[in-house]
Nanobody, 114 residues
Framework: QVQLVDAGGGLVQPGGSLRLSCAAS????????MSWYRQAPGKERELVAT????????IYPDSVKGRFTISRDNAKNTVYLQMNSLKPEDTAVYYC???????WGQGTQVTVSS
């Protein structure tokens, strides 16, 4: 059974860091493109990071480029999102997404506030 479990969210001050994790089961993250999305209250879901199926390419929108890094650990079958220099506008629920499979994690809340 395909499942994604998102974790690692929390409350952090502006300028702080968090690392989100997405533990996969039922498939291998090493052979699928994976993404992180976020959705803030009253806004549409937004793509924030993608890693290609071979792991050789990553893509970020300008809003997070240079601050967020997507990676994966094939041995742990887990995808990560390292978020640095967090801003209040990064506050959202963050979701992991297995692109070809079309499956979502349950989401993890990130709140950036002083």
């Amino acid at each position: 059974q395909v499942q994604l479990v998102d974790a690692g969210g929390g409350l952090v001050q502006p300028g702080g860091s968090l690392r989100l994790s997405c533990a996969a089961s039922g498939f291998r993250v090493s052979i699928y493109g994976m993404s992180w999305y976020r959705q803030a209250p009253g806004k549409e879901r937004e793509l924030v990071a993608t890693i290609s199926s071979d792991g050789g390419r990553t893509i970020y929108p300008d809003s997070v480029k240079g601050r967020f890094t997507i990676s994966r650990d094939n041995a742990k079958n887990t995808v990560y999102l390292q978020m640095n220099s967090l801003k209040p506008e990064d506050t959202a629920v963050y979701y992991c997404y297995a692109r070809t499979l079309g499956r979502w994690g349950q989401g993890t809340q990130v709140t950036v506030s002083s």
